[in-house]
């Protein structure tokens, strides 16, 4: 499932969970041999007797390269995502691209993500101010703009301050913000990220130096291809085809991973 993996953790986003049932359920209704668990190695590659190679092994979370990156405060969004049990009760989140915004709404949530089969109704229209009853107007509950957070969370970005959710998409962007800002989030721009040690997370905002002493840093600043297996298949000599992240891993999204899979398997 790769990022979808990630993603259907992510609260409002537990459909995604079904995307991955779906393409589970079609490849062994069409017989494709599936092998999980480990890499494709080149002893895989050579004795499978294969015409052409696809190769689609995704991104890999990019790091910080400043002093203390590998501090034992700092988890990339994988482990966050994963592991959000880990995570401390004070957050610097650094990136608010997509995956920042997504980490952060999954941390500040107290419930966690919700299992798609059984949707909080009640829970969700609770927050959007939806009233189940229809006894108010337009079916509208008075505004609540402060939602429970478990969790003090800073959430950076090096791009101006009003440039926030800026690139969000424009399906769910609005509500990705708006839940983030209405459980207390504080977004800063402007950021220069110094260094990490035991103080926390030294940064200049605006020009002027900080440290926030956060328990957690989780970097959200973009992705880099996974690209090992590629060197390999192509050492054989075959033609060789990358799709989706491993081929091009800036703003990768789902739409463009799946057509770049379409649009290969339609050519060959």
Same mark, same amino acid.
């Given at each position: 499932g790769g990022q979808f993996n990630? @993603? *259907?953790r992510i609260p409002g986003k537990e #459909?995604? @969970?079904e995307t991955i049932r779906y393409f589970r359920n079609r490849l062994d209704e069409l017989g494709v041999e &599936? *092998? =999980?668990g480990r890499p494709a190695s080149l002893a895989d590659l050579e004795s499978g007797g294969f015409d052409e190679i696809v190769v689609a092994t995704g991104v890999r979370p990019r790091r910080l390269d400043i002093p203390g990156a590998d501090h034992p405060s700092v988890m990339t969004y994988v482990e966050a995502i994963t592991n959000a049990a880990r995570v401390g009760a004070e957050v610097a989140i650094v990136g608010a691209g997509g995956i920042g915004f997504d980490v952060a709404a999954l941390l500040s949530n107290p419930h966690g993500p919700h299992d798609p089969s059984h949707p909080d109704v009640e829970g969700f229209s609770s927050e959007w101010?939806? #009233?189940l009853s229809y006894t108010q107007p337009g079916a509208l509950l008075p505004a609540n703009h402060q939602w429970p957070s478990s969790r003090k969370i800073h959430l950076l970005q090096r791009k101006p301050r009003d440039s926030f959710g800026a690139s969000l998409s424009k399906t769910r962007g609005w509500a990705n913000f708006l839940e983030v800002m209405f459980r207390g989030v504080t977004m800063t721009g402007d950021v220069i990220y110094r260094k990490i040690d035991d103080a926390?997370? !030294?940064i200049e905002a605006g020009g002027k130096p900080q440290t926030l002493k956060v328990d957690t840093i &989780? &970097? =959200?600043a973009g992705q880099e291809s996974a690209d090992d297996a590629l060197s390999l298949a192509r050492s054989l000599g075959k033609?060789? !085809?990358a799709i989706g992240g491993v081929d091009k891993p800036q703003q990768l999204d789902a739409v463009r991973a799946i057509e770049d899979g379409t649009r290969l398997a339609l050519s060959l």
């Open positions: 990630l @993603a *259907r #459909d995604y @969970a &599936v *092998r =999980c101010g939806i #009233d926390g997370l !030294h &989780v &970097v =959200c033609p060789v !085809h």
